[in-house]
């Protein structure tokens, strides 16, 4: 339990563009607070000013002495105000791509009062709509230059990169896997990491342990998000309510690497409990890890090494069912 | 210009799961009336409660009058309001099923009130997100009693399915055309056809002519939204702004079996002024209906009873590019 | 076992596009005979042409004596003779569309003779590549006519649509379970049913088990082939080898309906041996059958009266993992 | 025309994995030289094996000094022999790995000997098919370093990856833009660039002028093969066939970087005549050329800088219809 986190609104309402009002009843920020600890996590995620912001220091100060949670991350605002509508940090208004530099080193403030090592950046709203929109060869140094801008004011902060192929952008600048060890790469700086969301990575094609490992084997995996989606969008479920074999998988490789970071839920529950529905979150990653365990390193990589798919699917049913 | 419409939400504000509180700024329903009248369109359709209720009835009387413009559709609200939440016609709760025949049927009445021929429903919470969710069998059965009451119950009424393979459920049940043409047949009644969404279409991985073809040659083609997407996902962008082959195919096919409904247009845009938005729009259908007229239905004929990909191709670029 | 079938053609030699002379060796009939026999399978399906003709009907009288195998279906060659190039049902040539039917009918006579029920048809080359390639209405008429006509032509035997969103054609006319549906009920016969192919059924973006359930509330499941895909295109691995609730759901829904027919193995393990790959599916979809049989029909029910996914995901989870 | 090229076997014949047999008649290498500068075409590229080795050398040299035909690029083949199925670069046996350079190597032999400046990569069976099949970190290595050699041991060869998400291979290990361009980058050579191809570029959800300029702003894009899709899979069309404004878009940005290398045509014209789906692709070509020329650099970067998609796709429209 106690590598698993919760990013805050998980256990919050939801709503979309057709149910504007919301899915349910909204929650006050002590109330999801409660609900998080009531599941018996002991760390929690917050999306900045939704959560986190200077008027609410104290509030989560207190909150997370109170229910003995750690603060695992900090996601900064670049994408639900309405400064943000035309990109952070591609923004083609200046003043909003210093904005957005500025907002993430505000959050990396308010990470170290409350004693949080790491800002996970999702740049939700860099991208673009429609083709001949956007000038991508600006877009690409923007981009780099702002986040690398935030590594080097803030040296003592981790940074950490939440690629995804779409949404809310038809088409986002960091879309994979590869174009954030692309980015990171190119900053020269070392406190810069990627998040790897299962559903993003699902969504971009991507064999989510394939994508873990590109990240562990450079050093550069620091955060992770789970939930779960049919592969065609970010439907953001219950994490292993659809996939089994592909999570094992995941989990797997995390035990080979050594992953030590946390790993946080990031759901939207639209019309479930949100507190049942990270519950169940949190068991299924329970239950995977246990089946990675139970897999014997040196048979698993005597397969791998075979490239025997055959052997590896047995194995997997052997696992999973026992036969 | 006379057979187009716009969906009056679609001049106004658009919000997503993100950026909750919208883009950009509100709009009054009148306004939204002058916006549509301004870029000299002659019609409108509109979402039930959002823009027409018992409350808004004298207004849009007063304001369809002042600005000339008929009124084609009316959207019932199944999916905005909480009450929809896990289903309109397929709810597990038997009141909100009786509920959305009730809501349907009381736009009926206002669709008379205002002289609009048609009632486009669209189920869009009619659906589940989740394996081992929903009883498919008993689904199948409410949807369509649900659909069949309300036509036989209003029989001087157009009834038309608007069927989406996803969204905001992770699974519509009325998910593509041959779903809705199933559904019609079943039903027994004759007010009942279907409304082809180009953007859906393309979701669903259909070609959009095949589709309108498949309801065309039934005579169940009873209404067109327009919008444009990148084909994965509903991204509910301006129509023409990604596609052009596609779309002269299928105004050709439109032409060939002498559709005379309305074309509305149906977009999302977010971060656009919905205004210059659609009316882009409508420059690209008329120049897409101005190109499917410059062809020669003999010719064009003659192509398609040969399946001739080469020549095919190659009028097409005379037809774009006189070459 | 005794369900279960494998299509003759899974356990010989596979080629791709590029790999045009095939991965691994090829086999004879009598040793792919053996291969499925060897496997402990029963029953066994074949391919018109490659498997069965006039050529080879005694050699399958007798080797289906030899080992004890049952003939559950042929699949006419409509997709493997250059004859088929622009179509089976639907080619432009009346030639051809007139061989569609007699090649279907003759394999009617050589399955009465070895004592198969069940005639498959996969209209692979039945589609279009190009917009404005296909006359969609003629196309639409010739499908429903030829197949209409084997079936009245052949009143003793049962004859089954397999529907595929693509590939060969980018187009396939028969896309997914609603359009068999709706041809079915136009063409008035009764001796016509659907084929389920799980991976079709994935890259149609459908889930499963509701196409199992939309066919089998009308009567008209006839078969089923398995294999396992990542989504995206029909990739014909090891049933079970990806999805696992899914599998679950679907064997759950055919054990509730009652599902009487064969279960066919259909695969192309290109790169694995093809006995090994077959084997691996049985033993994968047995698996599934005791989950499904250890899941509580009441409880189910309830779960699913309420549309409640929390607690579904929870039962599957204490199915797969006791937890 | 100068910058057009073809791929030799584009008209030629081309099989699947039904009609394994293929669709037509096959060429003789002879009258593939002659179909290609039959289109005015000046300029052919080849894979390797197929249509140059040591054996078809003299008479590949014959041919193009006939036909007046420059050799634009040699594609190796690590793809088309049993040998490589289970991979080339990475495959799991130590013999298979070095094989795939010395095959680079050869072809660039043979590359020198015919005046050809670049060895295009495609890495078809560089992947896998199942999950826990493969050693990604292992792979990931492999596929740098025999990579690397190759481009140090043929320092006066260009040397080009052509990547694609998925088949042969159900994951290509080199799936996108950006992996090839970490791949690159840590190669630390300075003969290795990127060919796009359009469809690849497509089929991973990339805008492609996007990925396009990734490449060009970082100096490496070497080469381009053309065809169209559905966005789903790589059809292989005729470029053109489908996307209008993406190609217009790409075109546009060759220009404004100053792209001089060569276009080739990389299709599969199943069902055409080759050569004359080669041509519509090369007419197509020139007719996007043509309308990107007729852009206003000043008018679209000005567009670009605001991100004005109302301004962009009424631009578009203007150079497409005028209006």
Redesign the interface.
């Known amino acids: 339990m106690n590598k698993f986190s919760v990013i805050l609104g998980n256990v919050g309402q939801?709503?979309?563009?057709?149910?504007?009002?919301?899915?349910?009843r909204p929650f006050e920020l002590e109330e999801m607070f409660e609900r998080v600890a009531s599941i018996g996590v002991k760390a929690v995620e917050y999306v900045g000013n939704w959560h986190i912001s200077d008027k609410t220091l104290n509030q989560v100060l207190r909150l997370t002495k109170q229910y003995g949670l750690r603060s695992v991350a900090i996601i900064p605002d670049h994408?639900?105000?309405?400064v943000w509508?035309?990109?952070a940090f591609t923004s083609?208004d200046a003043k909003v791509k210093q904005l957005a530099v500025r907002e993430t080193l505000h959050m990396a403030e308010l990470a170290r009062a409350i004693d949080c090592p790491l800002i996970s950046i999702w740049n939700?709203q860099d991208g673009?709509?429609?083709?001949?929109?956007?000038?991508?060869?600006?877009a690409?140094k923007w981009l780099t230059e702002g986040i690398t801008k935030c590594c080097e004011d803030a040296p003592d902060m981790k940074f950490s990169l939440e690629y995804k192929?779409?949404?809310?952008r038809?088409?986002s600048f960091l879309?994979?896997v590869?174009?954030s060890?692309?980015l990171i790469?190119e900053s020269g700086v070392q406190n810069l990491g990627v998040t790897i969301d299962v559903g993003h990575s699902f969504e971009?094609?991507?064999?989510v342990?394939?994508a873990a490992?590109?990240a562990m084997?450079r050093g550069k995996l620091f955060h992770l998000h789970m939930n779960d989606?049919?592969?065609?969008?970010d439907?953001d479920?219950?994490a292993?309510?659809?996939?089994?074999?592909?999570y094992i998988?995941l989990f797997?490789?995390l035990k080979h690497f050594g992953y030590t970071g946390y790993i946080s839920t990031d759901q939207?529950p639209?019309?479930?409990?949100g507190k049942?529905?990270v519950e169940?979150s949190i068991?299924?990653m329970q239950?995977f890890e246990?089946?990675a365990a139970n897999i014997d390193d040196k048979r698993?990589?005597a397969?791998?090494?075979?490239?025997?798919?055959?052997e590896?699917?047995?194995?997997?049913?052997e696992i999973?069912?026992g036969?």
């Open positions: 939801c709503s979309d563009r057709y149910m504007t009002g919301g899915y349910g994408f639900g105000s309405d509508g035309k990109g083609p939700g673009y709509d429609y083709p001949l929109q956007a000038n991508y060869a600006d690409d192929p779409k949404e809310p038809n088409h879309s994979n590869w174009r060890l692309t790469s971009a094609y991507e064999d342990a394939e490992v590109a084997k989606n049919w592969k065609f969008w439907d479920m219950i292993g309510s659809i996939h089994t074999i592909e998988e797997w490789w939207y639209y019309r479930e409990d049942c529905a169940q068991k299924w239950a246990r089946a698993m990589l397969i791998l090494a075979k490239n025997d798919a055959v590896s699917t047995a194995y997997m049913r999973l069912f036969c």
